[in-house]
């Protein structure tokens, strides 16, 4: 449990953002822990990909999260292990906050490991989100589903190593459907952590080397 209070905000709030009420399948509304402002802020950006993450990926993740931060972009991830903990992580480094949306209800934090990034990212100023119940158990397809408020309340994602079957490529397909930019670091060919990269590289999803490449692309204000 984050030691904090407990919100909510229905959708027909006029605090309630407007970019994901335009999205798919948005919730009658949200639960929140932190600084609720963030929410209808804009400006963000949504970094995700595999729990399997290797070193170099996390490296890579958490520099975008953190020179992305530094142009006082928030970034919003998924408190999972691997890239999104990374992502959560260069985010703190930096001078925006960063924003989790969780698979499950707000009293616990999964996996445990994340419990204390948990509350650094309150700590932080940061905010953590989720459509459950507070004591609402977890189940394997609510990260799936979790995964459309993600891209949902954000003007763009980027991947970091996907493999072939990877909840970060279920993220780029809400995103795509949600109209929002989809961004993506290549991999080598040999690597299985980015197959599932590679193949949206192909598929026409803008290929990224900098956090600089995403700032040209974005019209962010």
């Known amino acids: 449990m984050i030691a904090n209070e407990i919100t909510y905000l229905e959708q027909s709030d006029p605090h309630f953002s407007q970019l994901l009420k ?37 490296a890579i993740a958490h520099q975008l999260a953190k020179e ?17 903990r990374s992502a959560h992580e260069g985010c703190l480094q930096g001078a925006s906050q960063t924003v989790a949306i969780l698979g499950h209800g707000l009293n616990q934090v999964y996996p445990a490991e994340n419990k204390d990034l948990a509350k650094r990212i309150i700590a932080n100023n940061g905010l953590i989100i989720s459509e459950y ?56 060919i040999t690597d299985s952590n ?8 192909q598929q026409g999803a803008c290929l990224i080397t900098s956090a600089r490449d995403v700032l040209d692309v974005m019209n962010f204000q």
């Open 68 to 84: 992305l931060s530094q142009q006082n972009i928030i970034i919003v991830s998924g408190l999972a292990l691997g890239i999104d």
């Open 22 to 58: 335009e999205a798919f399948s948005c919730p009658a509304g949200l639960y929140f822990q932190g600084n609720k402002d963030l929410f209808n802020q804009k400006n963000k950006i949504a970094i995700v990909g595999t729990r399997q993450a290797s070193k170099t990926g996390q």
């Open 194 to 201: 980015y197959v599932g990269s590679n193949n949206l590289i």
């Open 133 to 188: 119940q507070p004591n609402h158990p977890i189940a394997p397809h609510q990260f799936l589903e979790r995964n459309r408020l993600v891209s949902g309340l954000c003007q763009g994602i980027i991947i970091v190593e996907a493999p072939e079957r990877s909840g970060a490529l279920n993220t780029a397909t809400h995103a795509l459907e949600q109209n929002r930019e989809v961004f993506v670091v290549p991999g080598s």
